[in-house]
């Protein structure tokens, strides 16, 4: 091989790129439409997404920062540790021997963390029940994550008791015990004992365990708001607040922020929206510096690591092996963003208990993502991206602005009991539900090529817990945790509950004529649980109608191009009506000619853009 004698400038013969020119040629293809209408988006937060990121939009403050360095938002490190990130699973299981089997199955299969879920329909509260549970368990490499909501001091001692039992010794400990009182409150409605005692309780366990650097105490956790439909930006202030909230309570009772912080964790949710995701964390980091900054303690915000589970509104119950792709997606932002710990819900999880198959899947899209696209080995990949720059910018703004609203008016805890938390979430997760029920946010297997039929997974239902002994302490409007596709699937349910619908597709003309509307008249249908009867086409009204009555069909639709339908459209209807169709619908917007449409006996017309739930839930009706 020879060795080029100069450096090779592939751009050289060719001119400089301008933006103007761009812009003009852009302008030439929107033909008059609004360019910002057409092509600048905006995220849930209001934030502008613009179509085109050029070397005018870096960032000044950005040009110099580096990894390891304030204000983080490259990384906690100088270098990502190993393989990049903490490979974590998801544990709920009551009995103390399944559970350990399953633990064992996991890190044999290349898991490094456990979160364990404790309480009523999970793992017992005794040192027995651990004991049993974490059997086998290599406790001072494999750290503990304990999901115990109130239950958190309790689950603690029992976890401690284990690691003394095992003869783990103190600075060798790992784990974390997952208290925050703030965010159960939020996510139940209730606690049994005030808030103080709650976490005077933390405070205590950080004082206990402060010789053991790799145990944290306390989560500050913003998937409680992101599952029940939180922005980015309202996410990211709601984890803020509780972590302004438990520094104080640390504060008061003896812990300054240097040593408090190294024993809190923070949680946020890695979505499908993947540039949000990796925007999202990296402002985190940001974010959580300037707090501690502010506090006196900047040097310890490096010690504050990120734990994503992935989102929980994003799993879908019908087709649930969409859901792989969706955690995959996720999982790639999560580790692109620079999380410390990450934990894919497996693809059944809406549905029921995660059986051996589902986990499995669950823990190898990690190692995939890891061990083999070595998403964790650069350290913040994404940083220098013009586009994810600024939108990290623009995010630890808004982020900021509302975290500041909130502690004006008293905090995250006055914000929960006033209902303010609740309300602006609320109007966010309103907003996408439109987003959703008109189609305009696909989900695939829900609203977007759904797929009817048995889709042949089944998974044992999560089991249920009691009502809640005893008068509570105190309570809120609860954070319900809610899934996007919900409308859709109970439609679906209701369609099985009947025993289907169907309607006749009358598709006119040649295949490419009505292929495009026929496609999509048969997603949008099965969307609502109704099966589309289709065709290769008709070439005329008399030959649709004698179709649709050898159907068994009550309802037909008629799908083809524009112009066949100007034609075809009317005389179809009245043939079908004579036929005996008792709904006839149209596929696409009728314009000027609705009034005769009508009057050819077209009852109703699908069109995208149009509330999709409504729609469908009022075409049930008509069907029954």
Request: charged share 20%; glycine share 8%.
């Amino acid at each position: 091989m020879t060795t080029p004698s100069q450096e090779l400038h592939f751009a050289q013969d060719f001119p400089a790129a301008r933006i103007d020119e761009w812009r003009a040629l852009v302008e030439k293809a929107l033909k008059g439409a609004d360019f910002d209408k057409r092509l600048v988006s905006r995220t849930a937060d209001g934030l502008k997404i613009n179509p085109l990121y050029t070397r005018g939009d870096a960032l000044q403050s950005t040009v110099n920062s580096l990894p390891g360095k304030p204000p983080l938002t490259r990384g906690r490190k100088a270098v990502r540790d190993g393989l990049g990130w903490d490979i974590r699973t998801f544990h709920s299981e009551s009995d103390p021997h399944a559970l350990n089997a399953a633990i064992l199955a996991d890190l044999e299969g290349g898991v490094t963390s456990i979160a364990l879920h404790v309480g009523e329909t999970a793992l017992p509260l005794t040192k027995d029940a651990f004991h049993a549970a974490l059997a086998g368990v290599l406790l001072d490499v494999c750290p503990i994550v304990l999901i115990a909501g109130e239950n958190f001091f309790d689950a603690a001692l029992a976890l401690m008791a284990e690691w003394d039992a095992t003869g783990i010794k103190i600075a060798d400990r790992r784990g974390s015990f997952g208290a925050d009182p703030l965010g159960t409150l939020a996510a139940m409605g209730r606690l049994s004992e005030p808030v103080e005692t709650a976490l005077a309780r933390a405070v205590a366990l950080m004082k206990t365990t402060a010789a053991s650097p790799h145990v944290q105490v306390m989560t500050a956790d913003g998937v409680v708001a992101h599952s029940a439909g939180a922005s980015e930006a309202q996410e990211l202030a709601f984890m803020l607040s509780a972590l302004v909230a438990y520094l104080r309570a640390a504060e008061m009772g003896g812990v300054a922020p240097l040593d408090a912080l190294p024993k809190i964790n923070v949680a946020l949710a890695a979505d499908i929206d993947e540039f949000a995701t990796i925007a999202k964390l990296r402002a985190a980091r940001h974010l959580i510096w300037r707090v501690a900054d502010a506090c006196g303690a900047g040097d310890a915000a490096t010690a504050v690591t990120i734990n994503c589970p992935t989102s929980y509104r994003i799993m879908a119950k019908r087709d649930p092996w969409t859901n792989i792709l969706r955690t995959t997606i996720a999982c790639a932002g999560a580790a692109l963003g620079g999380a410390d710990a990450i934990l894919v819900l497996p693809f059944t999880f809406a549905l029921g208990k995660p059986d051996n198959f589902a986990r499995r899947v669950a823990r190898n899209i990690q190692i995939v993502c890891q061990e083999e696209s070595h998403l964790g080995r650069v350290n913040d990949p994404a940083g220098g991206s013009w586009y994810v720059e600024n939108l990290t910018d623009d995010l630890a703004k808004k982020a900021w602005e509302i975290f500041q609203d909130i502690e004006a008016r008293g905090g995250l805890l006055a914000c929960l009991q006033s209902g303010f938390i609740q309300e602006t979430i609320a109007k966010t997760a309103e907003a996408r539900a439109k987003s959703v029920a008109s189609i305009r946010q696909e989900l695939t297997g829900v609203n977007a090529f759904p797929l009817l039929g048995d889709d042949g997974v089944h998974a044992e239902p999560w089991p249920r817990g009691s009502a809640p002994k005893g008068e509570p302490a105190i309570t809120v409007a609860p954070l319900k945790a809610h899934r996007l596709g919900e409308a859709f699937e109970a439609l679906r349910d209701a369609a099985d509950a009947h025993g289907g619908y169907k309607v006749f597709i009358a598709s006119l003309g040649e295949i490419a004529d009505h292929n495009i509307r026929t496609t999509w008249t048969k997603n949008y249908l099965a969307a609502g649980g109704i099966t589309a009867l289709v065709s290769d086409g008709y070439k005329t009204p008399e030959d649709a109608a004698e179709a649709f009555r050898n159907s068994g069909a009550s309802a037909a639709c008629i799908c083809s191009s524009d112009a066949i339908n100007a034609s075809l459209a009317e005389p179809t209807a009245k043939a079908l009506k004579e036929a005996g169709a008792r709904l006839v619908l149209m596929a696409g917007r009728p314009g000027e000619n609705e009034a005769a449409l009508k009057s050819a006996g077209v009852d109703q017309f699908l069109f995208a853009g149009a509330d999709a739930v409504a729609t469908l839930g009022d075409l049930q009706k008509k069907l029954s």
